[in-house]
């Protein structure tokens, strides 16, 4: 079946401007995370959603920092006023509960901050 | 806190030979699980393995065993019979049933000789 998808792949964008990336996890998944790791560093957790529970947002690293879950499926991460500080690779992953079932990850979107 | 050291930078192997990669963890939580991803150039982040703290017997797929040690607080990656395609970082990273997030170590690269 599907894996987790990510879009875009890329994204350059100007310093100051607000980008949104997105995630579609595995069908059936109820578990949804996103990740980042930056030049040179570990995986660094961001936030996550279970079903319809309020999301763990303990590792949002700012408040320019969001994300949302519509319908239980498809991820949107928004980075408003972006900095350099932000660019790095953005992961999404997918999992059937909190118990403990492997994650799993989608291709990554590479955000460069200019 | 949880915590997860992985100490070797680097490793270099031949091909068919084994190799270890270390993993060392700390927690509290007397229920977790242990994970190893393989992160190929290519950036995705692909599930190896994986041993619950309650399992008996360490766990095995393929190529790949889990060199699990409960006491040493140690999860130890074995690839035997290594091959080229091997060749990528090795992550080593433990969740809780209190944090669901993964929490992951910096990694080793391994690098599989002719």
């Known amino acids: 079946g599907a894996g987790v998808s990510q879009s875009p792949s890329n994204k350059v964008t100007e310093k100051g401007k607000d980008v949104e990336l997105r995630c579609d996890p595995i069908?059936?998944?109820?578990?949804l995370y996103w990740y980042r790791q930056s030049l040179g560093q570990g995986l660094e957790f961001l936030i996550y959603?279970?079903?319809?529970?309020?999301?763990?947002k303990s590792g949002l690293p700012s408040d320019r920092f969001s994300a949302e879950r519509t319908g239980g499926s498809v991820s949107t991460l928004t980075i408003q006023r972006t900095q350099q500080e932000d660019s790095a690779v953005y992961l999404c992953?997918?999992?059937?509960?909190?118990?403990?079932?492997?994650?799993?990850f989608g291709p990554g979107t590479r955000l460069t901050v200019t | 806190a949880q915590k997860i050291t992985q100490t070797q930078p680097g490793m270099f192997v031949q091909e068919k030979e084994a190799v270890t990669l270390d993993c060392t963890y700390d927690?509290?939580?007397?229920?977790?699980?242990l994970f190893w991803y393989k992160q190929p150039s290519s950036g995705e982040m692909i599930f190896l393995i994986y041993?619950?703290?309650?399992?008996?017997q360490n766990a095995t797929e393929g190529r790949y065993s889990l060199n699990f040690q409960k006491a040493r607080k140690s999860a130890n990656l074995v690839i035997s019979a290594s091959q080229l395609g091997d060749s990528a970082m090795y992550f080593c990273?433990?969740?809780?049933?209190?944090?669901?997030?993964?929490?992951f170590g910096t990694g080793t690269r391994l690098l599989v000789s002719p």
């Open positions: 959603f279970q079903g319809n529970s309020a999301p763990d």
């Open positions: 069908s059936g998944h109820t578990a």
């Open positions: 041993q619950g703290s309650y399992d008996q």
């Open positions: 990273a433990m969740r809780t049933t209190g944090f669901q997030k993964l929490v």
């Open positions: 992953a997918s999992s059937f509960t909190t118990s403990n079932y492997e994650q799993y």
């Open positions: 927690t509290s939580d007397p229920s977790y699980g």
